[in-house]
């Protein structure tokens, strides 16, 4: 437990502006090793006298250790990380947490529902997808094309698969309006069928929305997928943060079933 719990340094390698109150860091290790991670796990960021938050990996580390996170201001911490510049020295501990279901999505026709800063999580799983042998397809619903992030990363998924972007507030009249639900069968129509799998991150009534939907629709509990990334705390399931029902989302998730989810939250209302 105590090397987990103890951060290793790490250097900030580059920053831009990504998106409202949104940067995206690259980060690389100082001492030349990297280390591995899979699509949907975290890590943390250490900053002396701000203490330290969770974020998920948006590319997995390279052969060079270098590694990404996109990153909004929200609180002491991050606005002390927008302070920093290219070549600081910050904390690092991880990966952390469960990952997104490789094996089980390989060959079927996958559906990625992505809403607000909840893209990140999911884009290292897009990245996979897009070169395997699998049928995907992404819709992206924003409050307005201010608030989307991933420009570079969305631009390179335009090549590979299908995707819609939708607005609450479009900035013009060729722009989709309404949530991601609302166009699921255009997307479906792209992505060559009924989706066989969901993944999905984004506000918590979004992903509640989206598993009763495909439920409904009769698609199984076990192929639909979430991420609770906005319950990362401590990593290792000592600080009670991120407690649902038996289990402890940042040891046993992020990445849950709707199966699982909904056993979960009936124990909490038990």
């Given at each position: 437990m105590k090397g987990l719990m103890t951060p290793q340094t790490i250097r900030i390698a580059e920053i831009y502006n990504d998106g409202?109150?949104?940067?995206?860091?690259?980060?690389?290790?100082?001492?030349?090793?990297?280390?591995?991670?899979?699509?949907?796990q975290f890590f943390t960021l250490t900053l002396p006298g701000y203490g330290e938050a969770a974020f998920?990996?948006?590319?997995?580390?390279?052969?060079?250790?270098?590694?990404?996170?996109?990153?909004?201001?929200?609180?002491s911490l991050t606005s002390a990380l927008f302070k920093c510049d290219i070549g600081?020295?910050?904390?690092?501990?991880?990966?952390?947490?469960?990952?997104?279901?490789?094996?089980?999505?390989?060959?079927?026709?996958?559906?990625?529902?992505?809403?607000g800063i909840g893209l990140p999580p999911l884009a290292a799983i897009a990245d996979h997808l897009a070169t395997d042998d699998t049928q995907a397809a992404l819709i992206y619903g924003s409050r307005s094309p201010t608030d989307q992030v991933l420009k570079y990363e969305r631009s390179a998924w335009h090549m590979y698969m299908p995707v819609l972007e939708t607005f609450d507030h479009p900035s013009s009249k060729k722009q989709?309006?309404?949530?991601?639900?609302?166009?699921?069968?255009?997307?479906?129509?792209?992505?060559?069928?009924?989706?066989?799998a969901i993944l999905t991150c984004g506000p918590e009534v979004m992903m509640?929305?989206?598993?009763?939907?495909?439920?409904?629709?009769?698609?199984?509990?076990?192929?639909?997928?979430?991420?609770?990334?906005?319950?990362?705390?401590?990593?290792v399931g000592e600080c009670g943060h991120c407690y649902l029902g038996s289990s402890y989302v940042c040891t046993d998730g992020p990445v849950y079933s709707w199966q699982q989810l909904t056993q979960l939250h009936s124990q909490t209302t038990a």
């Open positions: 409202e109150a949104s940067r995206h860091f690259t980060f690389e290790a100082t001492n030349g090793t990297t280390h591995s991670a899979k699509p949907g998920t990996y948006l590319s997995l580390p390279d052969a060079e250790g270098q590694f990404k996170a996109l990153i909004r201001e929200t609180g600081d020295i910050i904390g690092f501990r991880g990966p952390f947490g469960n990952s997104w279901p490789e094996e089980q999505l390989h060959g079927k026709r996958v559906l990625i529902i992505a809403g989709l309006t309404g949530t991601p639900l609302d166009h699921i069968a255009e997307i479906e129509t792209k992505l060559g069928g009924q989706p066989e509640n929305a989206v598993g009763h939907y495909f439920v409904q629709n009769g698609l199984s509990p076990e192929n639909i997928w979430l991420a609770l990334e906005r319950r990362m705390h401590c990593g």
